[in-house]
């Protein structure tokens, strides 16, 4: 993955896609997610996260309680130890989040707790999350640290602009 590549085309294709997706809280073509779910499965046969973790250097997961429990386990250290090492309590949100990026388990670009590694980290970046419409806010922010959503979304507004007049 060219992340230098990347940064730059995520920032000449942010405000273009971020008003797509900012329209679809107000119009939402009736196969939509059809459209992601083929624009979802098209990106995945050329994306490999392997060669990226851009979301391990430059974003922080939430981890859960069950999260710190299971981790902190597997490290061989009590919660409050793995807490008070790594981690904020985020007054705003409550989220128990990293302290710094990139993130401590991140080693040679690979995850170094991947078994263990917290729920939000397994799901990222969240595609799989439905209806398309209903998560636009969340894939706005993070098509400028994905390459993965980036792809997804611009090739979800290309069809859709190919197929509708919004
Ligand atoms: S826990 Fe693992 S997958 Fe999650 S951000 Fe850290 S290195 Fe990445
Ligand atoms: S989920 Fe996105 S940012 Fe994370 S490794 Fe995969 S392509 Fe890169």
Request: some cysteine; hydrophobic content about 25%.
């Given at each position: 993955m060219d992340l230098a590549k990347f940064r730059a085309s995520a920032k000449r294709?942010?405000?273009s896609l971020s008003t797509f997706l900012d329209k679809l809280d107000k119009i939402v073509p009736p196969d939509l997610q059809d459209i992601a779910d083929r624009a979802d499965a098209a990106m995945w046969k050329?994306?490999?996260?392997?060669?990226?973790a851009n979301c391990c250097k430059t974003m922080t997961?939430?981890?859960?309680?069950k999260d710190i429990n299971r981790i902190s386990k597997h490290l061989g250290m009590k919660p409050k130890e793995f807490k008070d090492k790594w981690l904020l309590?985020?007054?705003?949100?409550?989220?128990?989040?990293?302290?710094?990026?990139?993130?401590?388990?991140?080693?040679?670009?690979?995850?170094?707790?991947?078994?263990v590694r917290p729920a939000d980290c397994a799901g990222f970046p969240h595609h799989h999350l439905k209806?398309?419409?209903?998560?636009?806010?969340?894939f706005?922010?993070?098509?400028?640290?994905?390459?993965a959503t980036?792809?997804?979304?611009?090739?979800?507004?290309?069809?859709v602009d190919r197929r509708y007049d919004m």
């Open positions: 294709k942010q405000k050329e994306t490999d996260c392997t060669t990226c997961p939430t981890f859960t309680v309590h985020e007054k705003e949100t409550g989220d128990w989040v990293n302290k710094t990026q990139p993130c401590q388990f991140l080693e040679n670009n690979m995850c170094s707790i991947y078994e209806p398309f419409d209903l998560y636009n806010d969340m706005k922010a993070n098509i400028m640290h994905c390459p980036l792809s997804m979304v611009d090739r979800v507004k290309k069809e």
